[in-house]
């Protein structure tokens, strides 16, 4: 597809489980990007990939969190221990700005992560 | 640091009223984007403008405008003769040199817009 696609759209799991979540972003776009939604706030940076390097991961809360992007386009973002408090919608967005510009961030339509 | 403050949580109008979004950010760099960003109650949210520190032209785009004062940290987004379908949570967002150009996003404002 054209846009940036997230994988599940929804998933429901148990306190302590790993769940990992996947964005195939806009082919070409070097820069991705991972947010974090909870209800009625805005999106809180996680993780900033130019091509295959995590360029920023200053906004992962602790070590639980782990995001990878291998061949520079597909990323998968693992929680591992899940807790209630990450209950929330994953945001993930993909860019073509590189080196010092920044463009729009196209954003995919989330997946929601509910842990019980 | 940087950092963006919609001081509006919700904000609500008759249709055709006009309406402004406020929008305060606090950089120590020179260089940084501004952008305005729209998410519609479906949930993608949805790239409305971005402008660039050394521009401070105002813009508009139908009944979107936009007035970038950087004498005041403001970038504030003013809808005219607003319609239903502008209701949605609008954010104010911004990326700055020294943060390696990650995007950060305010609260946002939650429009209701009725008929």
């Known amino acids: 597809g054209a846009g940036v696609s997230q994988t599940p759209s929804n998933k429901v799991t148990e306190k302590g489980k790993y769940v990992e979540l996947r964005c195939d972003p806009i082919?070409?776009?070097?820069?991705l990007y991972w947010y974090r939604q909870s209800l009625g706030q805005g999106p809180e940076f996680l993780i900033y990939f130019q091509g295959t390097g995590a360029a920023d991961d200053s906004g992962l809360p602790n070590d639980r969190f782990f995001a990878v992007r291998p061949e520079g386009s597909v990323s998968t973002l693992k929680i591992q221990r899940t807790e209630r408090g990450d209950s929330a919608v994953y945001l993930c967005a993909s860019s073509e700005a590189t080196g010092g510009q920044t463009g729009e961030l196209f954003f995919g339509e989330g997946s929601r992560l509910t842990v019980l | 640091a940087q950092k963006v403050t919609q001081a509006q949580t919700e904000i609500s109008v008759v249709e055709k009223e006009d309406v402004t979004l406020d929008c305060v950010y606090e950089t120590r760099d020179t260089t940084y984007y501004l952008f305005w960003y729209k998410q519609p109650p479906s949930g993608e949210l949805v790239f409305l403008i971005r402008r660039n520190s050394f521009d401070e032209q105002n813009e508009i785009s139908g009944r979107y405008s936009w007035n970038f004062q950087k004498s005041t940290s403001s970038f504030n987004f003013t809808i005219t003769a607003s319609q239903v379908v502008d209701s949605a949570v609008y954010f104010c967002a911004l990326s700055e040199e020294t943060g390696g150009f990650k995007t950060i996003f305010g609260a946002g404002t939650r429009l209701f817009v009725k008929a």
């Open positions: 082919s070409g776009h070097t820069a």
